[in-house]
């Protein structure tokens, strides 16, 4: 039987654990009928027998041995460095919409800050009536707690797809991305009990991390809906996520929500910082570039099957996505079986939220035919997710961020799967 | 001040955001938007919480090491590019290489002059970035990496001067300071916009996108990421070949 978890990403390895090299479509089904009695069900089990472990045993627990491979993963090749560097979601090995704490991708510029909350400071000046400092203690006293659940996307998603399919795994296609509960309070709050003076019109948040990342966002939009946030699915946030305080930009791309938050300056321009300059800003085919692109498009990607995650069994199967838009809500999402000729529209499940990641799902029964799979979002306020080649007709390929053009995976007929260019 | 800057600046004073922010404002609910009076001034809060306490001046000088392209944050100073080039040696080169180049994968900082419609664009302060201020403030608060805040603020006016020396905005005797810093103009400065999605790509708003037939031919594989096998491998980790 084929275990799941340990499913390869290369055709080599593909062949060898599905046990396909020679055979034909081998399957973790239990056969239509039985011939001999099952050891599963008459053998009895050591589990079923012995003692497990006591509780306690582990304080805090951890998934089961049996999901070991599901884990974040990174791209050595991409980076120079760890401590500048990107791991990403196992996307393929999840459901549901919100992503446990421990696989939510990672992107850093100077490593892990390791933050004692007891010495952390949050600090607010620049065209304010009065600068103050804030302790973790102010923070968690202060009225109109707030929990969300919002995705987080970084701009850089799928930036390696541009010139054409490159890597096989919705993980490495799409993993950076992760949709949580935060706690926190409204930046609003803070920043009325500072008193922002009229010709303040851009908001400087700054991380406490050795990259002392900075990024400048438009005070209309601090004053929107960010938040600040010290919990992360109802416990504090991990380190890796900015403990003990980080910045909640909902619908914006990643690298604004500053993470290990220390300082806001208020000011009236915006500061044309590293990240929004070099980087973060779009080269167009023109040479010319856009800049300020916060707003994360609509975008959608089936996560099962995918490469990581094959077909294993013909007959009734469950298509598996997940859907966001920086927008708004998702409004609906097709499935395409065919490379995008026809389209199935799938069921939602779940809650649908502004601006937090969307379940979707299509059953359907697999005959063993090739599939060019496909999906395609639309959110609240019209906007249909296009495909790759739309995206580079106005974009060129050059720009890196902000890729959310529609994903094909080539289902072959024993069930293995393939991130594709299509026609 | 760009004008395009001053715009969107005047845009947000006015709650208008158009076009950058337009259609996400006007898709809120009522209760999520604040009222457009509210942009600039805040009323004043209802209630005084008593949290937090008045930041000292010393602390505020402590962190607020930011600089504007206006020269705006600036402490005084001065550098040479002769005096940048030994900085630059001996805590720079090791990763970005002798003359900007990058060594390994770590960033090039000098070149690509003219290669933002190639098919390997090269982006560098010299190339890319708007603005001479980007590189002060960046590598004043987080280069050299690993050893952030470490530079004297004339070791790094020093360091910057010696970086436009190699992507050829100076001359070797030029010597950059407080007072001569806004003077310095990059190349690429005219090169950015204001994100403009919402106006050059409407079509993507569409009514009712097709659900039947809706290519004439059937779907053709035209590229594989198996071609180029780049993917790391779940057990063994990265393969780098």
Not at chain 1, 151 to 173: D, I
Not at chain 1, 239 to 265: A, F
Not at chain 1, 338 to 363: C, H, I, K, Q
Request: proline share 6%; hydrophobic share 35%; net charge neutral.
């Amino acid at each position: 039987m084929v275990d799941r978890a340990e499913t390869p990403l290369n055709r080599r390895r593909f062949l060898s654990a599905a046990g396909l090299a020679g055979a034909g479509l081998a399957t973790g089904a239990l056969p239509s009928r039985a011939a001999e009695p099952d050891a599963a069900i008459t053998d009895v089990q050591d589990w079923n027998r012995y003692l497990g472990e006591g509780v306690q045993a582990h304080p805090y627990g951890s998934p089961s041995k049996y999901e070991k491979n599901v884990v974040r993963r990174d791209v050595e090749w991409l980076t120079a460095s760890r401590e500048s560097s990107v791991n990403f979601t196992p996307l393929h090995a999840l459901d549901g919409n919100v992503t446990p704490s421990g696989l939510a991708f990672e992107r850093h510029h100077g490593g892990i800050a390791d933050i004692d909350p007891a010495k952390h400071r949050l600090m607010i000046h620049g065209l304010v009536d009065k600068p103050l400092v804030f302790t973790m203690d102010d923070l968690k006293r202060f009225p109109g707690r707030v929990h969300k659940l919002y995705f987080l996307e970084c701009a850089a998603n799928s930036g390696m797809e541009w010139r054409g399919a490159q890597l096989n795994g919705c993980q490495f296609t799409h993993g950076m991305i992760h949709n949580v509960w935060y706690t926190g309070v409204s930046l609003r709050s803070l920043l009325e009990q500072a008193g922002v003076k009229t010709n303040a019109k851009w908001l400087l948040a700054e991380g406490g991390d050795a990259s002392m990342m900075t990024r400048s966002i438009p005070l209309q939009k601090a004053l929107d809906d960010c938040i600040i946030a010290w919990g992360m699915n109802g416990e504090a946030l991990r380190p890796e996520q900015g403990y003990p305080v980080r910045l909640v930009v909902p619908g914006w791309e990643g690298n604004m929500w500053i993470k290990w938050l220390r300082r806001l300056e208020l000011g009236d321009e915006p500061w044309q910082a590293r990240e929004e300059t070099s980087k973060y800003t779009d080269l167009l085919a023109d040479g010319r570039s856009r800049r300020f692109t916060y707003i994360m498009d609509a975008k959608s990607v089936v996560t099962n099957p995918s490469p990581q995650a094959p077909l294993l069994h013909k007959g009734p199967n469950v298509l598996s996505g997940i859907a966001w838009s920086g927008r708004g809500r998702i409004e609906r999402v097709d499935v395409s079986l065919d490379g995008g000729r026809n389209w199935r529209t799938a069921r939602l499940e779940g809650p649908v939220l502004s601006r937090s990641m969307t379940r979707f799902y299509v059953d359907f029964d697999w005959d063993g035919r090739e599939l060019l799979v496909q999906s395609r979002a639309m959110d609240e306020t019209g906007y249909v997710q296009p495909t790759k080649n739309e995206l580079r007709a106005v974009r060129g390929v050059n720009s890196i961020y902000h890729n959310n053009g529609v994903q094909t995976w080539f289902v072959h007929k024993n069930g293995e799967t393939e991130n594709v260019e299509i026609s | 001040m760009l004008k395009s800057r001053k715009t969107a600046a005047i845009a947000l004073a006015l709650g208008l955001l158009a076009p950058v922010f337009g259609l996400a404002q006007q898709q809120r609910t009522p209760a999520q938007n604040p009222p457009a009076a509210t942009a600039g001034k805040l009323a004043p809060a209802r209630v005084q919480l008593n949290l937090g306490r008045p930041a000292l001046p010393q602390e505020i000088a402590a962190w607020d090491i930011d600089v504007r392209p206006d020269g705006l944050g600036l402490p005084p100073g001065k550098g040479s590019v002769k005096q940048g080039e030994d900085i630059y040696l001996e805590r720079c080169a090791a990763c970005h290489g002798e003359f900007g180049e990058g060594a390994g994968r770590w960033p090039v900082l000098a070149g690509g002059a003219g290669s933002l419609k190639s098919d390997n664009p090269e982006k560098t302060l010299g190339s890319f970035w708007p603005y001479l201020s980007t590189s002060w403030d960046y590598i004043y608060r987080a280069m050299p990496f690993g050893n952030g805040q470490s530079l004297t603020p004339d070791e790094t006016y020093a360091v910057v001067a010696y970086l436009l020396n190699l992507n050829d905005i100076v001359k070797e005797d030029f010597e950059l300071s407080k007072e001569n810093f806004a003077s310095v103009k990059l190349p690429n400065v005219g090169g950015f916009y204001d994100d403009d999605r919402e106006t050059a790509e409407k079509v993507f708003w569409k009514k009712n996108p097709c659900m039947k037939n809706c290519k004439p031919e059937p779907a053709k594989v035209t590229g594989r990421a198996r071609a180029i096998d780049v993917t790391p491998d779940s057990k063994t980790g990265p393969r780098v070949e």
